[in-house]
């Protein structure tokens, strides 16, 4: 019963806004030396997630509106409102949103052209306004399926042009290791993680008038992700 309802939403964002916090700050910060093999290995397969996405997105975004939900400590945020992109950047944990707006501050300090974005403690469930596009990127694997589509589903309806999502794919290989992975804990297992069939993410896009226009994934030896982009049709 706790399927990422009301109990198990509070746990993941009580996770981020605390332990979750520290552990994943260091992950997303190049410069923090303080991070064992497996969390390095996880820095560089989420690191070309993020250049995926950024080459997807261009270099010219004067004017672009994107939603960036569940923006974590800014890694797609910052090199977007850099390139002149309005964001808007939400995450469930007011930790993470506000580390994002330091580290935007310091990314931009001295910079032409960047447009300062607008940072918010907030559940993407209850985002809501119009952009051109919307950003959903490594979010996806706190939720349940049950939970997922509505989830694409309301972000897509925000999107007027374009949806780019990222996620862990279930596949017989990933569903394996994420088997293995629980026979044998790591030191915290703070919250659940959950792995997407490609095709239900798809439904749920397509569902609200897209399409999937280009594919991607990235797999380290510890971080696996599937990337999409779709559009309306
Ligand atoms: N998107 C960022 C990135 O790729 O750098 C962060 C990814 S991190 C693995 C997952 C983030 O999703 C965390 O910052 C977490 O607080 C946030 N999150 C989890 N559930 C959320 C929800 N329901 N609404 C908004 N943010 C959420």
Redesign the pocket.
């Known amino acids: 019963a706790d399927e990422a309802g009301g109990d198990e939403?509070r746990s993941?964002?009580d996770?981020?806004?605390g332990e979750?916090?520290q552990r994943?700050r260091r992950i997303?910060d190049d410069e923090a030396e303080d991070v064992n093999k497996v969390q390095k290995d996880i820095r560089e397969g989420?690191a070309k997630?993020?250049d995926i996405a950024l080459e997807w997105f261009g270099q010219d975004l004067d004017g672009v509106t994107v939603c960036?939900?569940?923006?974590?400590?800014?890694?797609?945020t910052i090199p977007l409102a850099l390139r002149g992109a309005q964001v808007s950047a939400?995450?469930?944990?007011a930790p993470?949103a506000e580390e994002a707006g330091r580290r935007y501050e310091a990314a931009a300090q001295g910079r032409q052209g960047c447009v300062q974005p607008n940072f918010e403690a907030?559940?993407?469930?209850?985002?809501s306004g119009s952009y051109d596009t919307v950003?959903?990127?490594?979010?996806m694997?706190?939720?349940p399926d049950s939970k997922m589509e509505g989830?694409v589903g309301h972000l897509a309806s925000m999107a007027q042009n374009r949806m780019i999502i990222?996620f862990a794919p279930k596949t017989p290989y990933y569903s394996f290791l994420k088997r293995v992975g629980e026979l044998f804990p790591g030191k915290s297992k703070a919250t659940r993680a959950y792995l997407h069939a490609e095709e239900d993410v798809e439904r749920a896009l397509v569902s609200e008038g897209f399409r999937v226009v280009k594919r991607d994934m990235t797999a380290t030896n510890f971080y696996f992700s599937r990337i999409l982009e779709a559009v309306r049709v």
């Open positions: 939403l993941v964002g996770y981020f806004s979750g916090f994943w997303y989420h997630t993020i960036d939900a569940g923006c974590g400590t800014g890694s797609l939400s995450d469930i944990s993470m907030k559940d993407l469930e209850r985002l950003a959903c990127l490594d979010v694997i706190h939720y989830m990222s």
